[in-house]
């Protein structure tokens, strides 16, 4: 690692609560959950663009065939950002409205869609992790969670690591990347045991294998080592609601960080992109939806 770490924010754009950023080839998507917006970001031109959704929006990823695989209000659906398009592939918890809505998601390496809900109303336990095939069948993976957030995999595609922000611990799986199927779960770590400050939030993985986590309300990213859960570094940024983090650039060397807007404290920079640079390690690609 080196010592020559800056943070900057960068665009134009003030999201009321950013989230979900990939980078994809030369620019960088993300959403706007509370703003109901997509946004294409271009690091290189400062140029954006954003798309209204209509929606709560809370993931996006890349589909093979062109255009987007979104998860928000109105479940799992498609969009055309030409044709500004959406078709709902999957709502599995329309009953639930409006007290649930999708949250974060990824997909995994061989292409598959996972993404899971939050329970608006904080209620414990009311919420799931799903995954979509190449096939749009849908299945549950994990059910019972409040609030289902990050989640990444190794390089090797043998572990998936996930959080569900309430309970304050980041979780390894262990994964066929064949079938998709998952293990019992092993806790890495408990963040609250740890006196780190805020709640665990997006993540990401770097080319090392170290995990990469947002702490919502509490203003940081943590390198965290999965293989123990010790704290390797930590960047602190100028914005307490620090929400989900990706690497981007040419060499996939820069961090980018979502922030939100907190209710009562006044941040000049919240609701900004930051980017870190000079972190010394480099992340991973990321993967599209093969549907």
């Known amino acids: ?60 990823v890349p589909r093979e065939k062109g255009g987007f695989l979104c998860a928000g209000d109105s479940g799992i659906f498609s969009f055309d950002p030409l044709t500004e398009e959406k078709k709902v592939i999957a709502d599995p918890e329309a009953d639930k409205r409006p007290d649930n809505r999708f949250n974060d998601g990824k997909c995994d390496p061989k292409g598959r869609f996972w993404a ?51 309970t304050k611990e980041i979780r390894a799986y262990p994964f066929d990347n064949l079938s998709g199927s998952i293990g019992e779960a092993r806790i890495i770590v408990n963040t609250e045991n740890h006196g780190w400050k805020g709640s665990p939030d997006g993540m990401t993985i770097d080319s090392e294998g170290m995990l990469w986590v947002a702490m919502c309300h509490g203003g940081a990213v943590l390198r965290i080592d999965p293989t123990n859960g010790s704290l390797l570094q930590k960047i602190v940024l100028p914005c307490v609601e620090t929400t989900a983090c990706a690497f981007g650039g040419d060499e996939l060397d820069r961090l980018f ?18 980017v870190v640079d000079g972190l010394g390690v480099n992340g991973t690609k990321a993967f599209s939806f093969v549907g």
């Open 257 to 274: 960080v979502t922030t939100g807007i907190h209710k009562s404290i006044e941040e000049e920079n919240a609701g900004r992109i930051f």
């Open 1 to 60: 690692m080196t010592e020559s770490i800056a943070i900057n924010p960068i665009g134009s754009q003030i999201s009321k609560w950013g989230e979900g950023p990939i980078f994809l080839q030369d620019h960088l998507v993300y959403v706007d959950i509370e703003g109901h917006a997509l946004i294409s970001f271009d690091p290189k031109t400062a140029t954006e663009k954003i798309w209204e959704m209509g929606e709560r929006i809370g993931t996006v």
């Open 116 to 166: 899971g809900t939050i329970s608006t109303v904080k209620k414990t336990g009311d919420a799931n992790l799903y995954m979509l095939d190449k096939n749009g069948d849908l299945s549950l993976k994990i059910p019972g969670v409040t609030n289902s957030n990050g989640i990444c995999w190794n390089a090797e595609a043998t572990q998936m690591f996930y959080i569900d922000t309430p």
